[in-house]
């Protein structure tokens, strides 16, 4: 029950509340009650005539109807949070954020920083990441932008190839913008669009090689499926690189397992 403030008497009206993690979400439900016959703490009309026990029932199906509008956004892997909640109780569509505009809503808080916290390389380096999406998302998807919650560990790895392959970009060149794609990816994780961050199962690993007398430093951006991997594991894609070094008769040094 929610009392205006000029309220003095009668029947005040009956909100839904819906509250997740601190955050809540009201609405209007279209009916009312006498405060004097109302139980705050159950929320419910006090009494066993008629009107109470068809107000009850009434607000009894609301709160299961609430109940299953989290378990559908829940069992979909929607962000849950009392808004979502509240729209989808609603039948209302639940606003998502795209990837290219959470890029876009990145770069234009950057440039209004930039002099003061920071440069224009910044803004033009996620700039740049921006133009290899919108290229990258019709070509491997064959769509214009895609919805956050579907950024996964495959699609890192997908746009890792593609800078490397069809766009022929060096090793840190890529692995740049990768980093760049996770921070964009953090925002959003730390913003309530996605419940889990991909980029959280990452792992940039440094290998140097020796060549010679010459050390050289190689970078490689390993994005794991699963932080519990073992050590062994994580040197699997490294093997690769072993061989043909051997080949090439070539003294090599990987990092020891600490």
């Excluded at 509250?19 to 009309?45: F, H, L």
Aim: hydrophobic share 35%.
């Amino acid at each position: 029950m929610k009392k205006q403030k000029n309220y003095t008497k009668g029947v005040a009206p009956i909100y839904i509340r819906i509250t997740v993690n601190g955050k809540r979400a009201e609405s209007a439900n279209g009916r009312s009650c006498e405060p004097d016959r109302w139980n705050s703490k159950s929320g419910r009309s006090i009494g066993t005539k008629e009107d109470s026990r068809s107000l009850n029932s009434f607000l009894d199906q609301l709160q299961n109807m609430v109940y299953d509008a989290h378990d559908e956004l829940l069992k979909a892997g929607y962000v849950i949070t009392a808004e979502s909640i509240k729209n989808r109780f609603m039948g209302r569509g639940e606003k998502s954020q795209t990837l290219l505009q959470a890029i876009t809503e990145h770069n234009q808080k950057v440039e209004a920083l930039v002099g003061k916290e920071f440069v224009q390389g910044t803004l033009n380096r996620y700039k740049v990441l921006k133009k290899h999406l919108e290229i990258f998302l019709p070509f491997k998807y064959d769509v214009k932008d895609m919805d956050m919650r579907s950024i996964d560990i495959a699609f890192l790895n997908e746009f890792d190839y593609y800078l490397r392959s069809e766009k022929s970009c060096a090793n840190n060149y890529t692995v740049k913008m990768i980093k760049n794609l996770g921070k964009i990816i953090n925002i959003c994780f730390e913003n309530g669009h996605i419940q889990t961050n991909p980029f959280a199962y990452a792992k940039i690993l440094d290998i140097k090689v020796g060549v010679g007398k010459n050390l050289l430093g190689w970078q490689y951006c390993f994005l794991q499926h699963s932080l519990n991997d073992s050590y062994n594991n994580l040197q699997t894609p490294f093997r690769l690189f072993y061989k043909s070094l051997e080949e090439c008769g070539c003294h090599h040094d990987f990092p020891t397992n600490p």
